[in-house]
């Protein structure tokens, strides 16, 4: 506990909020224009299942690029300030570090999450869509969320903390919102091996095209339960794996 509040006190001025706030700003700005003239031209398109499947498919591109930078921003003042000997020199182990790094960076985008959360009910409001509020599919979406975050931030901290440079894993995460926008363009076989693709594999909420009709419809559901398992235990993997390199680091 000691060690996580010590990693939010380094962050204090590095604006790591602002910059995620304004990130997050973009993409609901974006959600916002694009919803609003999806339902100017057909009101169809006017509900819940569609705002919760646009928000999924825009996380495929922002979210990856967003815990890159952050995830860089929160390790790299260790790169920088050479202090790893300096932590070695107190009673916080290697391994209390990168559990503290990873809590601090993973609750920095689950407020992101949160606001998404919030952004989908309000607009929804705004634009007066019927039905109930969908509470269950919400939670089942900020759950595939933030699974797959945690996911994609294990890789990320993994490669922030062990190399110095960190364009590569700025770069990393630019490749991941490519993988992430385009997923959906790959067959399910080779889908399943990019995480990246998860924030639209685990929404509850899917787009169902079909050939003959040359339309399409928005169908819900529980997330598939496999993937769910498999992103936990590679979200498992990836920590331990990046936690036991960065330990035995010479430094």
């Known amino acids: ?127 007066e869509i019927g039905g109930d509020m969908p509470f269950l599919p919400l939670l089942q979406f900020v759950i595939g969320t933030m699974i797959t975050t945690l996911l994609v931030i294990a890789l990320q901290q993994w490669l922030s903390l062990t190399v110095r440079n960190q364009a590569f894993a700025l770069c990393l995460g630019l490749l991941g919102g490519f993988i992430g926008t385009t997923s959906g363009l790959f067959p399910p076989g080779i889908r399943q091996f990019l995480l990246w693709s ?18 399409g419809s928005y169908v819900s559901g529980m997330p598939p339960a496999g993937l769910l398992i498999a992103a936990m235990l590679l979200t498992v993997i990836l920590y331990f794996a990046g936690s036991f390199h960065a330990s035995k680091q010479e430094i």
């Open 1 to 127: 506990m000691k060690a996580l509040f010590l990693e939010y006190f380094k962050i204090r001025r590095k604006r790591i909020w602002m910059m995620l706030t304004l990130f997050l700003g973009a993409e609901m700005a974006w959600a916002s224009m694009s919803l609003s003239i999806s339902i100017s031209r057909n009101t169809d398109n006017a509900s819940w299942e569609a705002l919760i499947f646009s928000i999924s498919s825009m996380n495929g591109l922002f979210l990856p690029i967003i815990s890159a930078i952050v995830v860089s921003r929160v390790c790299d003042m260790e790169h920088k300030g050479n202090t790893w000997k300096m932590l070695m020199t107190t009673n916080t182990g290697r391994n209390q570090v990168y559990a503290a790094k990873y809590i601090c960076a993973n609750s920095l985008i689950l407020y992101g999450i949160i606001a998404q959360a919030v952004f989908i009910l309000g607009f929804g409001w705004f634009k």
């Open 198 to 215: 998860y924030y639209m594999d685990l929404s509850p909420v899917t787009y169902v095209y079909s050939t003959a009709s040359t339309t």
